[in-house]
């Protein structure tokens, strides 16, 4: 396992405009398809290949573990426990604050 390719500025950038979206009231999909064309350049193809796999159904926890070298473990841990007790846009609040 390499240590994530993701900057910590693109990191805080992207849960602001997760945790804005979401919270806003749309859907992951829309979230990601959203940041997959105007969100950070790094992040841009995981934001797509995360939105085509919550198109299919697929948990963001299950889609971002595809994802897992890319990304800080704590990320994607943190991330599994909001989607789980419904608190995604406040986890993506709090990752923010810490990548700042």
Not at 23 to 42: K, M, Y
Not at 46 to 67: F, K, Y
Request: with cysteine; aromatic share 8%.
């Amino acid at each position: 396992m390499g240590s994530p390719t993701y900057s910590l500025a693109a990191l805080a950038a992207w849960c602001r405009a997760l945790r804005h979206g979401h919270g806003a009231g749309l859907t992951l999909v829309q979230v990601f398809r959203s940041q997959a064309r105007n969100g950070p350049a790094e992040l841009r193809p995981s934001a797509e290949r995360i939105a085509q796999r919550l198109q299919l159904g697929e948990s963001l926890e299950d889609a971002l573990a595809v994802e897992k070298d890319r990304f800080p473990s704590m990320f994607i841990d943190l991330v599994g426990i909001g989607e789980q007790t419904g608190h995604l846009p406040e986890m993506f609040g709090e990752l923010e604050r810490y990548f700042q």
